[in-house]
């Protein structure tokens, strides 16, 4: 991959104590006319939130919460892209950085050992207009949670864990963001968002998986054979496929 020299976008960082949630405040600030590469990060949330409206909270300071503002000419279908081009971003920094290997859990975590490492969450502003607001916020648990009862409970695992040293959250969110705007032109061409897609789906550990899937109407149990072009996961549910758009994935031994 190229290197597109000194980072442009993705240089307004705005750290903060304490939020409700970055997305919450990146998403009520692109309405007020925030540029495309603004970044809120807290060191805690106070009303932090995962896919589905569920809580996430973690002690100050134990994670990176950071949420990401794109403005991007993409039609709703095309929307998983941008949450790709992040989890990608994020998975090669902490590779990088850190020196630990992690996979995607579709439809929006990184996890090793099928351990919850991070959670991507995207929400939009301005859908249906020609200029989309999209803020990705990622969640990374760097020191919390440590092996223990919590951690077991939560099925969840931490960098410093899986490193063996501490680890600096602002140097891994620099990273993070330099990858962003390596791989940010790729939005703006079918063939870039469909590359991003292809390889996200080369480094989602559920493909290939046997899965029980839990959506708003059924229970799917069956094999995911991979993601289609909209980033919908593909199940084979005894020799038929179907495409599951949103629900709650559990791999299965």
Do not use: F
């Given at each position: 991959m190229n290197d597109p020299g000194p980072r442009r976008r993705f240089v307004h960082i705005l750290w903060f104590d304490?939020?409700?949630?970055?997305?919450?405040?990146?998403?009520?600030?692109?309405?007020?006319?925030?540029?495309?590469?603004?970044?809120?990060?807290?060191?805690?949330?106070?009303?932090?939130?995962?896919?589905?409206?569920?809580?996430?909270?973690?002690p100050p300071g134990s994670g990176l919460l950071a949420s990401i503002l794109f403005r991007v000419h993409l039609d709703p279908t095309e929307l998983f892209s941008v949450s790709a081009l992040v989890t990608l971003a994020a998975r090669d920094?902490?590779?990088?950085?850190?020196?630990?290997?992690?996979?995607?859990?579709?439809?929006?975590?990184?996890?090793?050992?099928?351990?919850?490492?991070?959670?991507?969450?995207?929400?939009?502003?301005?859908l249906g207009g020609e200029d989309v607001a999209v803020v990705v916020g990622i969640g990374i648990n760097v020191s919390w949670p440590a092996p223990g009862p919590e951690a077991t409970e939560l099925n969840a695992t931490c960098l410093e864990s899986l490193c063996g040293h501490p680890?600096?959250?602002?140097?891994?969110?620099?990273?993070?963001?330099?990858?962003?705007?390596?791989?940010?032109?790729?939005?703006?061409?079918?063939?870039?968002?469909?590359?991003?897609?292809?390889?996200?789906?080369?480094?989602?550990v559920t493909v290939g998986r046997r899965v029980r899937v839990q959506t708003s109407t059924s229970t799917l149990v069956g094999t995911a054979v991979g993601l289609d072009p909209r980033g919908q996961l593909i199940v084979e549910v005894d020799g038929v496929q179907r495409v599951v758009s949103v629900g709650d994935v559990v791999h299965l031994r």
């Open positions: 304490q939020l409700d949630s970055t997305n919450t405040w990146l998403l009520d600030a692109a309405g007020t006319g925030a540029p495309e590469g603004t970044v809120a990060v807290a060191d805690h949330q106070s009303a932090g939130r995962g896919r589905l409206r569920r809580r996430w909270e973690s920094a902490i590779a990088g950085e850190i020196g630990v290997s992690v996979g995607a859990k579709w439809p929006n975590d990184l996890v090793t050992d099928n351990r919850k490492l991070a959670g991507v969450l995207a929400e939009t502003r301005g680890v600096d959250r602002r140097r891994l969110l620099e990273a993070m963001l330099d990858l962003v705007e390596r791989r940010r032109h790729q939005l703006d061409v079918a063939d870039g968002r469909a590359s991003l897609l292809h390889e996200l789906e080369s480094v989602t």
